[in-house]
């Protein structure tokens, strides 16, 4: 996958994030894009533990064989929290990329209780596996159009 195209896909994820936060649902999208560069899925966050990647990994690995979805890609706004960087690698989907790193999200959320994050890198987490999950992220190039969603909706 070419930079490019992982921008476009970026650009589809935050599409996804829009939509959530349409539904009064915290403003995070994902996709699963196929080995064809074919997005598959979409989901956005739900809520607190429901996050989109979380949610979306375990969808994948419902509907696709392990060795397929390694050869997918799981493309978020976000980097990923540890806790969907660890079902992203237990689904084995083999490619990570994120927009904006979690200290980005850290600085739009401040102490908001409904997103308490972590300091914990999603390549911290997933270096510690047994397998190597390829990881592209940040872009920052595309960081403040992906900032926008959040400005102003945390405060409320």
């Avoid at 969907?84 to 850290?106: F, H, M």
Wanted: proline share 5%; aromatic share 8%; charged share 20%.
């Amino acid at each position: 996958m070419t930079r490019d195209q992982m921008v476009a896909h970026l650009r589809a994820a935050d599409a996804v994030a829009r939509e959530a936060m349409a539904h009064s649902h915290h403003p995070f999208g994902a996709v699963l894009v196929g080995p064809d560069d074919v997005v598959l899925m979409r989901q956005g966050n739900i809520d607190t533990v429901r996050h989109a990647e979380t949610e979306l990994a375990r969808r994948a690995a419902t509907a696709y064989s392990p060795e397929f979805l390694w050869t997918c890609t799981l493309v978020s706004t976000f980097e990923p929290c540890a806790m969907c960087s660890g079902t992203l690698y237990w689904a084995n989907i083999g490619r990570l990329v994120y927009g904006a790193d979690e200290t980005k999200i850290l600085a739009l959320t401040g102490d908001h209780p409904e997103n308490p994050t972590m300091s914990l890198s999603s390549r911290v987490v997933l270096g510690s596996g047994q397998k190597k999950v390829e990881v592209h992220g940040p872009f920052p190039e595309i960081e403040e159009e992906l900032h926008e969603v959040h400005r102003g909706f945390w405060q409320r």
